[in-house]
């Protein structure tokens, strides 16, 4: 695996951007991210709703479902964090990788932040943890620009993200349609 340096000039200033071979997740190189007020609206692949304090019958179930919604958006983490591409968006950008990165992107998101937030509880919905999730790539795109190689893998993880929730509620559909189809069949 090899890393190239390039320069580039932004607003008058130049900044060092590592890019990293297509190949590259070994890399220790990580791109620059940046996060974008811009997200995707994404609906989880079923309902899902925020945990609720209170301790009623209703509340303990809405609490379940947001934990189920959250163990749904680990999963998918997970499953993107396996992803070739994704080195450079595991953990956050340095002042010594970018210096000025923290004055262009105002809200820095990366898989290791956004997983704490998942075990932390921070998240009250599903729909917030793909927010981070887009946000993450906008970052990228509005830092990098949007024809550095970093933009495009970016989109590419985008995609898959994106692919990974449609798979798993088709999975999530298909474990109920059995269920459904056991509980007719002993009537």
Do not use: W
């Not at 798993?168 to 056991?182: D, F």
């Amino acid at each position: 695996v090899t890393s190239s340096k390039s320069r580039r000039s932004r607003k008058g200033g130049a900044r060092q951007l590592s890019k990293r071979s297509k190949k590259g997740s070994s890399t220790s190189n990580r791109g620059k991210r940046t996060k974008n007020s811009k997200t995707v609206p994404v609906s989880p692949p079923y309902s899902s709703s925020s945990a609720s304090s209170s301790s009623s019958p209703q509340a303990r179930q809405r609490r379940s479902q947001a934990n189920g919604d959250l163990n749904l958006a680990e999963s998918l983490v997970n499953r993107l964090s396996k992803h070739e591409l994704i080195a450079p968006f595991l953990h956050p950008v340095t002042k010594t990788e970018a210096p000025d990165y923290h004055k262009v992107i105002k809200h820095p998101v990366c898989i290791s932040s956004i997983r704490k937030k998942i075990n932390s509880l921070e998240y009250a919905s599903f729909d917030d943890v793909c927010k981070d999730v887009n946000m993450m790539f906008d970052n990228a795109i509005e830092y990098n620009g949007p024809r550095h190689e970093l933009a495009n893998d970016a989109e590419e993880l985008r995609s898959f993200f994106l692919q990974s929730m449609v798979d798993e509620q088709s999975a999530v559909e298909e474990r109920a349609g059995r269920r459904r189809r056991r509980k007719g069949g002993r009537k």
